[in-house]
């Protein structure tokens, strides 16, 4: 993740990251819909769920139970929906979107004809994405690996 490639998961900034895996990093994602939005991405640029390896799958969702377990308690929320588009970046990824305990379910309403529905990246500040990083991480290590 160091030469820029042009693809915004090979150049993803790893101080956004919460934990890694062999194959793939989880971070909050800069873009997010409310706080506590993260991406799993794999390691590698692989376009699509089919031409991943079984190691890479299991792997990138094995990450995503794991810091899905972490950020539960950090977030505050009652569980986290998985979704996974990539249709604008063809790096495949997945997202963790947490519910909050009484929120209407995301379903139809989490994608309008010009992307993400709800907050934006500049609605969750600084401050709050850099300590709910730094609790998964911390909440990541207790589990250990
Ligand atoms: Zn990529």
Redesign the pocket.
């Known amino acids: 993740m160091s030469e820029k490639?042009g693809?915004?998961?090979?150049d993803f900034d790893s101080r956004r990251v919460i934990g890694e895996s062999e194959f793939a990093f989880a971070a909050h994602f800069d873009c997010a819909i409310k706080p506590g939005h993260i991406v799993v991405a794999l390691k590698e640029?692989v376009e699509s769920l089919a031409a991943m390896s079984p190691e890479q799958a299991a792997d990138i969702l094995s990450l995503a139970a794991r810091v899905a377990r972490a950020a539960e308690p950090v977030a505050g929320c009652e569980k986290f929906y998985l979704v996974s588009i990539a249709d604008a970046v063809p790096?495949y990824h997945i997202h963790l979107l947490p519910r909050m305990r009484g929120e209407a379910p995301l379903g139809p309403h989490i994608m309008g004809d010009s992307g993400w529905k709800g907050e934006t990246g500049a609605a969750v500040r600084e401050d709050e994405i850099v300590r709910f990083i730094s609790s998964c991480r911390e909440a990541l290590a207790e589990q250990g690996s």
């Open positions: 490639t693809c915004v998961f090979c640029h790096h």
